[in-house]
C-alpha cells in the first residue's frame, strides 16, 4: 500500500513539474497598456485668429483595363471619413469620429448626399476632377472629396490622420475619352477602397487644398 502511495505521489510531481516546465516555455508577454499603444500628436502648426478647423481631402479616380481607362460611375460610392487626434505625451490618448457621405453624378456634376457630420468634421462637399465634353454631353471620372475638420479638439488632442473609405461602390461605364462617350459595362473590383491624409493640414476650408489620393478600380 505504502508503495502504491509513493508511485502516486511521483508522477503526481511529474506531472506538476511537467505542466510547470511547459509554463516556463511560454514565450513573455510583450504586450504594452493601451494608452501607450496610441500614437502621439504634437499640436500642428498654429492658424489665424478664429480659424479653428482644417482640410481634409481625398482626390478619387475611378480606373479600368489595366488602370488606364477612365470610367464614369453610373451613380457613386458613399465615404466612410474617420479623423484621429491625438495628445502629445506619452501615455498619448485618442479620439476618434467618424463621418459618412456618399458622391454621385447629377446631371452634368458631382453631388454629395446622405451627409452625416460628426462634432468635429462638421462638413464635407465634393470638388470637379478630370472631365471631358461640355454641358450635358460630359463625362466624368474623378473628383476631390473635402472635409472640414477641427484642430485641436478637446483641449489637447491634435488632428493626426483621416482615413476615407468606400462603403460601398456602384457599377460604372468606361469612357473613351477619344470621343468622350461611354461604353462598356463594367463592375468594381471590391467594396472596399481606402486611402490616409496625414496632411499639410492647411487651415480654413477649401477645394485648393490637396490631400492624398485613391483609386477605385473595376473589370
Known sequence: MKAARLLTLCLGFMILASFGSGLLEQPPTTGVPVAHAYACRSPNPSCPPGVTYRTAAVDVSHLYEAYTQPVEPDDGETFAITAYWNTTDVPCSEWVEVAYATVSRSGSGW?????????N????????????GSGQDNHAWSFRLIAQVNDPVAGNFNLRQVEFTTTS???????STTTCSVGTAVSPTSQTFTATDTGMWECGYSCNYSGTSLEITYE
Open 121 to 132: 468634421i462638421t462638413d464635407i462637399d465634393v470638388c470637379s476632377g478630370d472631365a471631358c
Open 111 to 119: 453631388a454629395v448626399s446622405n451627409v452625416t457630420a460628426t462634432a
Open 169 to 175: 461602390v456602384d457599377d460604372g461605364h468606361a469612357i
